[in-house]
């Protein structure tokens, strides 16, 4: 079956503009995760989606960062007037429901350059 | 604050023998810990984990180990095999909360 998938697999911006990355999670989980990976660090918790509410949006680094989910599916994180240090590789994942919390399966990423 | 560290970011190890990788946690609030592994151009895929009530488990070639009081754990693999060089992500979380912490990962090169 189809695993996680995430567009664009890279995206090349110029700072101050806006980007929005998809992930479609895998059919029938309902848990949804977003994680950053910078480069030479660990991956980094942003947000967490079951279903659609966003019950901990604590990882999100400032107001520029917003994410939302539709129909339990499809999400999108939308980073604006993006600064440099917003390069990162953008990693969604998701879990089915009933599936342990720490058993998240990830997609491949999204390679973000903010030049 | 990194609250998991893996302080080997690389490791080469002869094919056939035995690979250490190694994780340390300052959080003693962590209780649920696991490997993730990770191939170029792809996500992370779950390895193996341990919860804090175990100080040991093991998975065919893969046995993670749990020392609380150190705050400290492994995965070692045995034998080494050439599909297991990868990057090696540590992760820990608190009981019901969704939240994974990560290591910085330590890239594993089996030698043939």
């Known amino acids: 079956g189809a695993g996680v998938s995430q567009s664009p697999s890279n995206k090349v911006t110029e700072k101050g503009k806006d980007v929005e990355l998809r992930c479609d999670p895998i059919?029938?989980?309902?848990?949804l995760y977003w994680y950053r990976q910078r480069l030479g660090q660990g991956l980094e918790f942003l947000i967490y989606?079951?279903?659609?509410?966003?019950?901990?949006k604590s990882g999100l680094p400032s107001d520029r960062f917003s994410a939302e989910r539709t129909g339990e599916s499809v999400s999108t994180l939308t980073i604006q007037r993006t600064q440099q240090e917003d390069s990162a590789v953008y990693l969604c994942?998701?879990?089915?429901?009933?599936?342990?919390?720490?058993?998240?399966?990830f997609g491949p990423g999204t390679r973000l350059t903010v030049t | 604050d990194q609250q998991v560290k893996q302080n080997s970011p690389s490791l080469s190890v002869q094919e056939g023998r035995i690979s250490i990788l190694n994780c340390d946690y300052t959080?003693?609030?962590?209780?649920?810990f696991l490997w993730y592994k990770k191939y170029p151009a792809e996500g992370p895929t779950f390895l193996i984990s341990?919860?804090?009530?175990?100080d040991k488990n093991e998975d065919g070639r893969f046995t993670v180990f749990l020392n609380k009081s150190a705050k400290h754990l492994s995965l070692h693999i045995v034998p080494s095999q050439p599909g297991d060089s990868a990057v090696y992500f540590c992760?820990?979380?608190?009981?019901?909360?969704?939240?994974?912490?990560f290591g910085t990962g330590t890239r594993l090169t089996i030698i043939p």
């Open positions: 994942a998701s879990r089915p429901t009933g599936g342990s919390p720490y058993e998240q399966y």
């Open positions: 059919s029938g989980h309902t848990a």
């Open positions: 989606f079951q279903g659609n509410s966003a019950p901990d």
């Open positions: 959080n003693s609030m962590f209780d649920y």
């Open positions: 341990i919860s804090s009530i175990k």
């Open positions: 992760a820990a979380s608190t009981f019901g909360n969704e939240k994974l912490t």
